[in-house]
């Protein structure tokens, strides 16, 4: 297995285990979400979780970080260089009342 194969199954296995704590969190509430829950869910194992994350804590600080990227991402998305200053911060305005997607869910999860 080459260095970019490695690094996608990587890649795969933490965006796994934070689709799977917001489905967990959704469906249960954080409080009575587990670590054991969400890594059964995502398929991945204890050491995996443990490798990316020290506790359910930091897993969900890392999906608040995510969403906050996701609504940068696609909040700047809307301002382009094509539009002068007033047409440019217009979408700024009305964009908090959007629905902004997470963009953590697995490849195969549709």
């Known amino acids: 297995m080459g260095r970019a194969e490695r690094g996608e199954i990587v890649g795969d296995t933490r965006a796994a285990l934070l689709d799977a704590a917001l489905r967990t969190f959704e469906r249960v509430g954080y409080e009575k979400a587990t670590v054991a829950s969400i890594r059964l869910l995502a398929g991945a194992s204890n050491g995996s979780f443990f490798h990316f994350f020290s506790s359910k804590e930091m897993l969900a600080a890392a999906l608040f970080l995510e969403a ?40 195969d999860s549709g």
């Open 68 to 107: 906050l990227r996701s609504y940068h991402e696609a909040m700047s998305a809307s301002v382009t260089p094509e539009t002068g200053a007033a047409d440019g911060v217009a979408p700024t305005r009305t964009f908090p009342v959007r629905t902004v997607p997470l963009g953590v869910a697995r490849a």
